[in-house]
């Protein structure tokens, strides 16, 4: 009786030792081979077109288009696509987002390498694997309320000091609208004013040195 095919591995990470070691690992595993490597959004896209791969490792920092938007295209053209999001971040907003965008599963660069092995073959399988300490943070953090994209990107505007209206302005809505969403981040992130959210926004990792 003749051995079922490796399961197809494509890898998209902008760290090219980082992606020259997982190839390693990944190809040592008899049932593993990676057919196609990428450091973007764009070129992964084209790359799953040529090879549709089984399972696809995702970096949520990519050169160009992030991994999330990469996700949210990949899952819109192909929705049998199987993307294992494999990242550093911990934020809840990039969990919940990831798995809402299709993520079909979310592990951080600390896993042992049994572990993303496993979690390669319970995509593979339709599971929907999620690191042990991702998933102990969501569990107890049952009143948690994620941000929105816009509500995102309403944040990073905050923190360069824009005002309302010049948020408004920026994202082409009215000032009242802008006025929103500023009120809904404050709710949202549990702070008394701007500078109080924008630390916040730090600590959750939703912000960036």
Known sequence: MSSPPPIRLMLIDDHAVMRAGLANLLNFEADLTVVAETDDGDSALQLWREHRPDVTLLDLSLTG???????RLMRAEFPEARVLVLTSSEAHENVLHSLQAGACGYVTKNVQGSELIAAIHEVHAG???ISGNI???LAEDTDYRPLSPRELEVLGLVRQGFTNADIGRILEVTEHTAKAHVAALLVKLEATDRTEAVTRGFERGLLKV
């Open 135 to 137: 998933a102990r943070l």
């Open 65 to 71: 288009r992030d991994g999330i938007a990469t996700l």
């Open 127 to 129: 599971g929907r694997p």
